[in-house]
């Protein structure tokens, strides 16, 4: 996985992150335009909202992330439609990306902590909700694929946090 990572240009490293990151934590299978539309997330110490940055071809998120994930045949319903999902290639890759070992790598920027992983989440879900109110409120269009997830897990993803943490407030 290594080399794998390594070979991801600069400029697609944020978006590759993203993507993995959302593969990794998400509560339950996402689908392949959710999985494109979790590339307007940048993370650092916070979450910032780049809509100009979504991947429109939804092939391209295979191109960018190459053997490290893959496509569903199995569907689930989503707003009365069957979508296929997308994963982790395999359960290796996500204990790769959380095992602390890969900080002295050359994959060190794409290292994931499960606690700060469910907090990046949770915000992505908020921020996520405010700007679709924006948009709404300013009569722009947008295909809001994650609304449903982020209505739903933003809350679930605080108690990993919780739990992670060990604080039962």
């Known amino acids: 996985y290594e080399r794998i990572l390594a070979q991801i240009e600069e400029i697609n490293q944020q978006p590759v992150k993203s993507i993995l990151l959302w593969l ?47 496509k569903r045949d199995n569907k689930y319903s989503y707003n009365d439609k069957l979508k296929s999902t997308i994963q982790l290639a395999h359960f290796s890759v996500k204990e790769y990306l959380i095992n602390s070992h890969i900080k002295s790598t050359q994959a060190k920027y794409f290292y994931l902590n499960e606690r700060i992983a469910h907090q990046l989440l949770a915000e992505a879900c908020l921020v996520y909700w405010e700007e679709i109110s924006k948009r709404i409120d300013n009569s722009i269009s947008l295909d809001a694929y994650l609304r449903e997830y982020a209505a739903t897990y933003w809350i679930k993803h605080t108690a990993f946090i919780q739990e992670a943490s060990g604080d039962f407030e």
């Open 24 to 70: 990794a934590f998400s509560l339950r299978p996402l689908s392949l335009e959710e999985v494109a539309e979790t590339t307007v997330f940048a993370f650092d110490s916070e979450v910032h909202f780049h809509p100009d940055d979504i991947i429109y071809h939804l092939e391209n998120i295979f191109t960018l992330c190459s053997c490290l994930v893959i």
